[in-house]
Nanobody, 125 residues
Framework: QVQLVESGGGLVQTGGSLRLACAAS????????MAWFREGPGKAREFVAA????????NYADSVKGRFTISRDNAKNTVWLQMDSLKSEDTAVYYC??????????????????WGQGTQVTVSS
C-alpha cells in the first residue's frame, strides 16, 4: 500500500520559512518523479515544484521560483520543500505527489498517480 505523508506545515509570519517533508512508503522512491502542489482558500489545486528521480531536473512555478527549493533523498524515502520569504498568498494546503514517469517534472495534476493527505501552511501578515 502506497502512502505519502506530508509534515512540517504550520503558522508562520510573512517573510519567514518552513520546510515541508513528504515521507513515502510502499513504493521505491527512485522509481518516481515527485512534486508538490497546493490548494489555497477557494482556489484550484496548483503546481508548486517537481523533481526528477535523481534530483538532476527540477521545475518550479513562476510564483515560487527563487523562494522555494525542492529536494529529495531516495535512501531516506523523503522529499522536501524548503519555503523561504513566505508571502500571505502562499497560504494553502500543500500536497506531495508521485509520477511513475521518473524523468518527467510536469505541472499537471493528472500526471501523478499517488497523493498525500496534505499539510496546512498559513502565512500571517
Amino acid at each position: 500500500q502506497v502512502q505519502l505523508v506530508e509534515s512540517g506545515g504550520g503558522l508562520v509570519q510573512t517573510g519567514g520559512s518552513l520546510r515541508l517533508a513528504c515521507a513515502a512508503s510502499g513504493l521505491t522512491l527512485s522509481d518516481y518523479a515527485m512534486a508538490w502542489f497546493r490548494e489555497g482558500p477557494g482556489k484550484a489545486r496548483e503546481f508548486v515544484a517537481a523533481i526528477s528521480w535523481s534530483g538532476t531536473t527540477t521545475n518550479y512555478a513562476d510564483s515560487v521560483k527563487g523562494r522555494f527549493t525542492i529536494s529529495r533523498d531516495n535512501a531516506k524515502n523523503t522529499v522536501w520543500l524548503q519555503m523561504d520569504s513566505l508571502k500571505s498568498e502562499d497560504t494553502a494546503v500543500y500536497y506531495c505527489a508521485a509520477d511513475p514517469a521518473r524523468l518527467r517534472v510536469g505541472p499537471t495534476p493528472n500526471l501523478y498517480d499517488y497523493w498525500g493527505q496534505g499539510t496546512q501552511v498559513t502565512v500571517s501578515s
